[in-house]
């Protein structure tokens, strides 16, 4: 049973910064591809940026340039840095594991709010 567990997330001012991370733990696999997600209030849940097993990144475009997924297989952690934030982000964000790279997001963290006040 792989954990994932997220710290980050808060307050903050349009056009700030901040760092979500998430941290696995139990049998993880150091190569799972990962992914981060994020639902705002009344939408659905979306993929907004992955990392491949080959540390390969995608993005969607309203994230783009603006967010960076990245990975630390040492720590066995994986972050989203984002900058350049605006009141549209502001959204409960999740991080996410493919196990098998089809896709399929199996295990999930619990979830952190980011605000950006405009």
């Known amino acids: 049973q792989v954990q994932l567990v997220q710290s980050g997330g808060g307050l903050v001012q349009a056009g700030g910064s901040l760092r979500l991370s998430c941290a696995a733990s139990g049998r993880a696999s150091r190569n799972y591809a990962m992914a981060w997600f994020r639902q705002a209030s009344g939408k659905e849940r979306e993929i907004i940026a992955s990392i491949a097993w080959n540390d390969v990144t995608s993005y969607i475009p309203s994230v783009k340039g603006r967010f960076t997924i990245s990975r630390d297989g040492a720590k066995n952690t994986m972050a989203l840095q984002m900058n350049r934030l605006q009141p549209e982000d502001t959204a409960v964000y999740y991080c996410?594991?493919?196990?098998?790279?089809?896709?399929?997001?199996?295990?999930w963290g619990q979830g952190t709010l980011v605000t950006v006040s405009s």
């Open positions: 996410a594991a493919d196990p098998r790279g089809a896709g399929q997001y199996a295990f």
